[in-house]
């Protein structure tokens, strides 16, 4: 059946079966591979992109649930020569090693800062409950959730002024 | 990895709906999909047909009728959350995690009836009533008579729960949860409610193949005792890999003293 919806700030229309997951709809049908799948059980969070604001798991979506939907993935977040606070941060912060959940944790944590622009460690841990990372022990990605907002904090201070 | 095929159909209205479900006895409904897919990505469940309700308006958003909340079941637990209804919101903060709250939605967990769930318990000791259509028309069910068994509610085939009533006059409230580290569910949970009559009421999740009145603890609180141990007996509750039902029987204990104590 065919679904319509804006990925990124761009429409598509494909003709998928029912079943398909909107996580592969994203990965497969339109490339864009940087939202991952890191479990079949709803629970990792790599798969997070936000859908109409909300961050959600495409894995735990079927494609023709988000007809008509605005999607942002990491790839809609920032540009290589233009990155995101929070892009910025785990790199700054070292917030990942083999980087697989990263683009999960962005996602998440931009829903955070969105509603809370200055977190303690313990909302950030919170937050975070549903994206899982094997390598890191999280310490370094609440590290790099609190620069993104420091970061964030003083361009829309200096923006004020 | 990929649920088995299925034809997909959606309802804008709760008329539509139950049209639908009329017509054709295979559809699955569907609301916010969070604990029917999970289980059809595994082939748990393969049904041949889907629903989606999750564009029926009517059965979104919470208001306020006289001395009850009106919460529509497709409100998301994200949105419960955020909400002023008495206990729910403290319970909607242990369900899953932020994403699966902004797309779960209060009236699937509560239809769907997992022993594990959080809001069982809650539905029970607030004395939520249930409102349900069907092709008979609507009919109420109270609290006590929604939880029928493991995965089983007194939602019928063809049927669909549409809103829940709250009583808004409770004098105070809590839940206590001890939580499975990794699937976020209640390896037990006990809440308790203090209502206007000043009696309480508590529950208890995650330990039987359904949730339960606490009988012997709203007792012993109502007739002004202390709260008593040995409150369920381990015989009468299941136990896994992960617990045993002995375990559980002792949390229970536990949460409860817990639960009542923040009463004051």
């Not at chain 1, 605005?70 to 785990?90: A, K, M, R, S, V």
Request: glycine fraction near 10%; include cysteine.
């Amino acid at each position: 059946m065919n679904v319509t919806l804006t990925v990124n700030g761009k429409t598509y229309t494909r003709d998928v079966e029912p079943r398909t997951l909107l996580v592969h709809f994203i990965r497969e049908d339109l490339g864009l591979t940087g939202t991952h799948v890191g479990c079949d059980t709803s629970q990792c969070g790599a798969c997070t992109v936000h859908l109409n604001g909300d961050a959600v798991k495409s894995c735990t979506l079927l494609a023709v649930q988000a007809q008509g939907a605005d999607i942002t993935t990491i790839e809609g977040l920032g540009t290589p020569g233009d990155l995101h606070p929070l892009q910025t941060g785990f790199w700054e912060e070292h917030g990942l090693q083999c980087g697989f959940c990263t683009p999960g944790m962005i996602m998440a944590s931009a829903e955070l800062l969105k509603h809370t622009p200055n977190p303690s460690e313990d909302q950030i841990r919170h937050h975070l409950e549903g994206n899982y990372c094997r390598c890191t022990g999280y310490h370094n990605i609440v590290k790099a959730v609190q620069h993104a907002a420091g970061a964030m904090q003083g361009a829309s201070q200096a923006a004020d002024d | 990895m990929y649920p088995a095929s299925f034809e997909y159909h959606k309802a804008e209205s709760v008329d539509q709906a139950l049209a639908a479900l009329a017509e054709n006895p295979d559809l699955k409904v569907i609301a916010g999909g969070h604990s029917l897919l999970p289980a059809m990505k595994l082939r748990l469940a393969q049904p041949p047909a889907l629903l989606d309700i999750w564009g029926i308006q009517e059965m979104k958003g919470i208001t306020r009728d006289g001395d009850h909340w009106v919460v529509g079941a497709m409100t998301t637990h994200a949105d419960v959350l955020r909400s002023d209804l008495p206990l729910f919101p403290e319970v909607a903060g242990w369900v899953g995690d932020p994403m699966v709250r902004n797309r779960g939605t209060i009236g699937g967990s509560l239809a769907h009836a997992d022993p594990s769930a959080d809001y069982p318990a809650a539905a029970l000791a607030l004395g939520v009533e249930f409102v349900i259509r069907g092709p008979g028309g609507e009919r109420t069910v109270h609290a006590d008579d929604m939880f029928q068994g493991m995965f089983e509610s007194a939602v019928q085939p063809g049927e669909l729960l549409t809103h829940i009533r709250i009583p808004a006059t409770t004098q105070a409230s809590a839940y206590e949860k001890f939580r499975h580290p990794a699937s976020h569910y209640a390896v037990v949970g006990v809440a308790v409610v203090r209502h206007a009559d000043s009696s309480v009421r508590a529950a208890y999740t995650g330990a039987a193949e359904k949730a339960h009145r606490l009988n012997k603890l709203e007792d012993a609180v109502n007739g002004s005792q202390a709260v008593p141990t040995g409150l369920v007996d381990a015989g009468d509750l299941l136990g896994d890999r992960f617990a045993s039902a002995e375990y559980r029987a002792h949390l229970v204990d536990v949460l409860a003293a817990r639960a009542i104590e923040r009463l004051g």
